[in-house]
């Protein structure tokens, strides 16, 4: 890719065990394979001294107040962005698990309030695309291992995905969504078609950032 153009920063979002993940390394390997410096990441990042708190939390092993646990999730988006921005600015797609939208989502869910959630994310750099893989919890329940992390319940997740739709539709300049219920080879030619274009119109935008 040509040095002056930046790398398009997406984001994939949606419930827990809607797919992600695959879908998120299936685009890199064919961004890759068509030449695409790519990188993949994710959130959180429990690779850091935040994420290892956040790690202990998610499985049950360290108890904190909902606020707390909110902020250390933005806390860790935010310890990474400079080195993101430094990607993309260099030329490099970065494909991200979970953004500030899983943040508010799982946040709001437990009764935060939506806009005190959204607060901390203000100013993060703005996805150039986030694909949502919206799902029906009740599907979800029956993908392996599902319930032993926490929040993998039923009722909690049908509140998450309620708030991943109100985004998608005040979002829905840059949210594409999927049906996460489609085959995984289905899913990936369509979210594909989509990434190919944001990536070669993102080259010639500046970087946003959340408003
Ligand atoms: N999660 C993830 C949050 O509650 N807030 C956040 O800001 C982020 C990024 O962490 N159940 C939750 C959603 C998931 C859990 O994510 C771990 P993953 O993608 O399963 O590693």
């Known amino acids: 890719m040509n040095a002056n ?9 949606g419930c827990d065990r809607c797919g992600k ?14 030449g695409v410096d790519t990188m993949q990441t994710n959130f959180p990042d429990r690779s850091t001294a935040i994420g290892n708190v956040i790690n202990h939390y998610l499985q049950n092993n360290q108890e904190l107040s ?5 902020l250390l999730f933005s806390a860790n988006r935010w310890e990474r962005m ?9 030329g490099t797609t970065v ?24 607060a901390p994310e203000i100013g993060l ?23 032993e992390e926490r929040y993998e319940k039923l009722d909690f997740q049908r509140k998450v995905g309620q708030i991943f739709d109100r985004f998608s539709e005040k979002d829905s ?3 594409h969504t999927f049906e ?30 959340l408003a």
């Open 82 to 90: 400079n080195s993101i921005k430094k990607d993309l600015l260099a």
């Open 66 to 70: 909902d606020e707390v646990i909110h």
């Open 125 to 147: 750099l703005k996805p150039d695309a986030v694909f949502y893989l919206k799902a029906t919890p009740d599907e979800l329940t029956t993908r392996g291992n599902y319930g």
């Open 173 to 175: 300049s840059y949210w």
């Open 21 to 34: 993940t695959t879908q998120n390394r299936q685009l890199f390997e064919l961004l890759t394979g068509k």
């Open 5 to 13: 153009k930046r790398g398009a920063l997406i984001v994939f979002e």
């Open 180 to 209: 996460a219920s489609k085959s995984q080879q289905e899913l990936h030619a369509q979210i594909a078609i989509v990434a190919e274009k944001i990536v070669m119109q993102s080259a010639e935008k500046p970087l946003g950032k």
């Open 95 to 118: 494909i991200c698990d979970r953004y500030a939208y899983s943040g508010v989502a799982y946040s709001v869910a437990k009764g935060l309030d939506f806009n005190w959630c959204w």
